[in-house]
């Protein structure tokens, strides 16, 4: 800065001012951390020139050269975050050519800071070309390394741009803005930086391949180019495998790509490579998923107990997440919550509450509350991550209406109507916009069906209830889990209407058969807010509360009634009702019993009866 004070130019601009044929255009943009030593950059980039036969005359634009650090010095960084992120996008444009320099290799500092990881991302968004630079003796390390694929992926595993800094802090929060408002998040740009790095070391094995002379030498550097390409093949064909199985394919054709791809990582990699542990996550996950448990947890938990072992990874907390799915899918709330609620807490705390991972763990939560009838609870955590989600998405996108729906579903249970219905509208418009939401559509339908028999408008509820159950079935078939829960949501309203005949009977019982519903079951989706299992015979309402808010397998009802929250009312007083089939099959026979008596045009009444009072004293 002293030799460029008395014009107040950066270096170039001073120097073209005086001695023009000095200054020409760039040929290279340098990525570089300001922490480096000027003349470890210098001896990085002269090492360059020789590896590419570049010639003494080759320039190349150099932030402290290039921009005007009396400016820098003065100026507000706010204010000029936007020109420097302009002269670099310029500069990579012109030139079309980006080189990082790396030291050490191993360990860059310049992969931790946030504007040179920002600078690789944007060369491949501009589908510039991507170079490294290092000093003789990184090279040196580099070459030595190579032998050894687990010191490469140790060094991509550096690649976090959410962990990145900036020496400005003002800068961190502008880049982090522009990552999400390209709306690819720091994960994508981790990708886009990894792939350009792992394009490059493979060009340098590459390099040394064509160099060598000797067979051993050739066949030592095809081997590590073997080893990269083995890792990365196993970790695909683990996610191929987890596509596969997400998109409920047979279970032949996912399950022997998982075991083996497994094995083939803890085999090259180790079992407490982050690479596998990724892999043993998403597999246990699966397993947990398809109902696999005793595989499923058994991975989850291994994962879990090795993550434990290492300070400050954030992915065990994912692993946590993935175990509370599964412990809930168990019926094991407790020990789920307990898990969420630590992940929860910890991401809260060194993340932020608007960080993805947060945000996830966050709603897996709010279904923990809704399913202990904790509904002010879980509205609150879902609509945190509504929020968010319209911030990213906006407000039509699929992400937020999903959510939504949910908010409206919990709002019906906590008896706001009102807002529950105005929400599904909103739900069931975006589901007309959105080609992709189709079934949106279809649970808008069951919902304001659940609305008007929440509310007692029985016949608006029947009317909606038996034209969605027949949506459903065209949709998804009458056997379906989805198509089984309106079915039993539509009996539960005719119910309180009454049958009219025996014909009625039989209709109703026909379509429970179609349905493959067994005599004594509910479903999945009514769950006993005590045991937070799927209710067996006889279920238990309160009918002081909204409809389906406050119920009870009669188990639970009669061993030690648990407190809900929100409902005080004596568990004497609630409504006993026993399974649609066997009820249906019972007022049948009930119905030839008086046949002889009873004329055809008598209605026949079967409302719920008020529980047994001797409950409290039953074994």
Not at 41 to 54: K, N, R, Y
Not at 177 to 196: C, M, N, P, T, Y
Not at 374 to 380: P, Q, S, T
Not at 431 to 438: H, L, M, Q, T
Request: overall charge negative.
């Amino acid at each position: 800065m002293p030799a460029t004070r008395p014009s107040n130019l950066s270096l170039v601009a001073h120097v073209q001012s005086q001695h023009g044929e000095y200054v020409k255009p760039a040929q290279w943009l340098i990525s570089h951390s300001w922490s480096y030593k000027f003349l470890d950059v210098v001896d990085a980039i002269d090492t360059f020139c020789q590896e590419h036969d570049l010639g003494p005359d080759t320039s190349f634009w150099f932030c402290m050269f290039a921009n005007n650090q009396h400016v820098i010095s003065s100026a507000d960084p706010t204010a000029m975050f936007g020109h420097w992120l302009q002269a670099f996008r310029e500069a990579l444009t012109d030139t079309g050519k980006l080189v990082m320099v790396l030291s050490p290799w191993h360990d860059p500092e310049t992969l931790k800071r946030t504007w040179c990881v920002y600078e690789v991302y944007l060369s491949v968004v501009l589908k510039a070309r991507f170079e490294v630079a290092m000093g003789k003796a990184q090279h040196a390390v580099f070459l030595a390394d190579m032998q050894n694929f687990e010191s490469v992926l140790g060094m991509l595993a550096k690649v976090n741009a959410k962990n990145s800094t900036t020496t400005v802090a003002t800068d961190r929060t502008c880049l982090f803005e522009l990552i999400e408002k390209d709306q690819v998040g720091f994960a994508g740009v981790d990708r886009v930086v990894f792939g350009a790095i792992q394009k490059w070391i493979v060009q340098a094995l590459d390099n040394q391949l064509a160099m060598a002379t000797l067979p051993e030498d050739r066949f030592r550097w095809l081997n590590s180019k073997g080893n990269m390409f083995v890792c990365v093949g196993w970790d695909a064909v683990v996610r191929l495998g987890l596509v596969k199985a997400y998109l409920r394919e047979p279970r032949e054709a996912w399950d022997p790509l998982l075991h083996e791809g497994l094995a083939k990582l803890e085999q090259i990699l180790g079992r407490t490579h982050n690479t596998t542990l990724e892999a043993m996550k998403g597999i246990g996950r699966v397993y947990c998923r398809e109902t696999d448990f005793d595989r499923g947890m058994s991975l989850l938990r291994e994962c879990l107990a090795l993550e434990l072992q290492v300070e400050s990874n954030d992915n065990v907390y994912g692993t946590m997440q993935y175990l509370g799915e599964a412990l809930m899918h168990q019926h094991n709330i407790v020990e789920a919550r307990a898990l969420l609620q630590r992940a929860y807490d910890w991401m809260c705390r060194t993340h932020g509450p608007n960080f993805a991972r947060t945000l996830s763990i966050q709603c897996v939560l709010a279904v923990g509350y809704h399913l202990q009838g904790r509904y002010r609870d879980a509205e609150f955590l879902l609509q945190s991550y509504y929020d968010n989600a319209v911030r990213v998405f906006g407000s039509a996108h699929g992400v937020p209406t999903r959510c939504l729906m949910y908010i409206a579903v919990v709002q019906r249970l906590s008896g706001e109507y009102d807002k529950a219905e105005g929400n599904i509208r909103e739900c069931e418009e975006n589901s007309r916009r959105d080609e992709e939401f189709e079934e949106g559509y279809l649970f808008c339908n069951k919902e304001l069906g659940l609305v008007a028999y929440s509310r007692g408008n029985l016949d608006q509820a029947t009317s909606i209830l038996e034209a969605t159950h027949e949506s459903f079935g065209l949709y998804f078939g009458v056997d379906h889990d989805q198509t089984q829960e309106v079915l039993l949501v539509s009996y539960l309203a005719h119910l309180e209407r009454g049958f009219e005949s025996g014909e009625t009977i039989d209709r109703w019982l026909a379509k429970f058969q179609a349905a493959k519903a067994t005599a004594i079951s509910w479903g999945d989706e009514h769950k006993c807010l005590a045991c937070v299992r799927p209710i067996q015979d006889d279920m238990l309402m309160c009918p002081e509360c909204p409809r389906l808010s406050r119920r009870l397998c009669r188990p639970c009802a009669v061993a030690n009634p648990p407190p809900l929250e929100g409902c005080d009312h004596d568990i004497t007083s609630w409504t006993e009702f026993k399974p649609p089939v066997r009820h249906l099959l019972e007022q049948k026979q009930q119905l030839g019993m008086h046949a002889a008596t009873t004329s055809d045009d008598d209605a026949l009444e079967c409302n719920p009866q008020p529980i047994d009072t001797t409950l409290n004293n039953a074994p």
